[in-house]
């Protein structure tokens, strides 16, 4: 079974607005991570937030994390085409396995 | 590009037969994990390896075996493929000191028929 779930499952925008994604999981963590995938190709890592952290920016991204809610988000602002991709976050809970969720597909229409 | 390489790009297979999916990890990396990703889903942990030996496994029966090779390359090798070995598998090496940050691979889309 999969650690984290991602909502919503799709999403489609207008190119300029802002998407927002959410991610909850289940066991305490050490640091969560965000990434994109295109077209069922390899995953790029888009950011990392440690436990202790509240939030981060990366660019256009920002990412929350609430422990006691066992949640984290994914902000794009300003959102483009090239934006359109699935998103997936995955938990380090300190082993050695990554648990990812089932993804959000992130569509941006120009 | 994370400098992750992955082969073969694409494989169909019938079912019984078996499959060896090469990985070539980023330059200075010696951890490798290996992931299989079905259709629609997010991708799930089969094993890890770190300087030549298994460090760690997912829920995946034994006919999922893995090398990693001196050099950090490694191979996944499935036998005895189900139709449900479908799936893309993906390899993601980093660094001792960098373990949570993976670099991943294109992926191997493996059809089982």
């Known amino acids: 079974s999969q650690q984290g779930e991602e909502d919503p499952q799709a999403l489609s925008i207008q190119e300029g607005e802002n998407a927002t994604m959410n991610c909850s999981y289940k066991?305490?963590?050490?640091?969560l991570q965000w990434y994109r995938q295109n077209s069922g190709r390899g995953l790029v890592h888009l950011i990392l937030?440690?436990?202790?952290?509240r939030e981060k920016h990366s660019g256009r991204l920002r990412v929350t994390l609430d422990t006691s809610k066992k949640s984290s988000s994914l902000l794009i602002t300003a959102s483009r085409a090239a934006d359109t991709a699935s998103y997936f976050c995955?938990?380090?809970?300190?082993?050695?396995?990554?648990?990812f969720g089932t993804g959000t597909s992130l569509t941006v229409i120009p | 590009e994370t400098g992750v390489t992955q082969s073969p790009t694409h494989l169909i297979k019938t079912r019984g037969q078996q499959v060896t999916l090469r990985c070539s990890s980023q330059?200075?990396?010696?951890?490798v994990s290996w992931y299989q990703q079905a259709l629609g889903q997010g991708p799930q942990f089969i094993f890890q390896?770190?300087?030549?030996?298994?460090?760690g496994r997912g829920n995946f029966p034994p006919r999922f075996s893995g090398l990693q090779f001196p050099n950090y390359s490694s191979e996944l090798d499935v036998n005895a493929l189900e139709l449900d070995d479908s799936a893309l598998y993906l390899c993601?090496?980093?660094?001792?000191?960098?373990?949570?940050?993976?670099?991943f691979g294109p992926g191997t889309r493996l059809l089982v028929l």
């Open positions: 937030i440690r436990s202790n952290e």
């Open positions: 995955a938990t380090d809970s300190g082993g050695n396995q990554f648990y």
């Open positions: 066991t305490s963590i050490n640091n």
């Open positions: 390896y770190y300087r030549e030996e298994e460090n």
């Open positions: 330059s200075g990396h010696n951890t």
């Open positions: 993601a090496s980093s660094a001792a000191g960098a373990r949570e940050t993976q670099y």
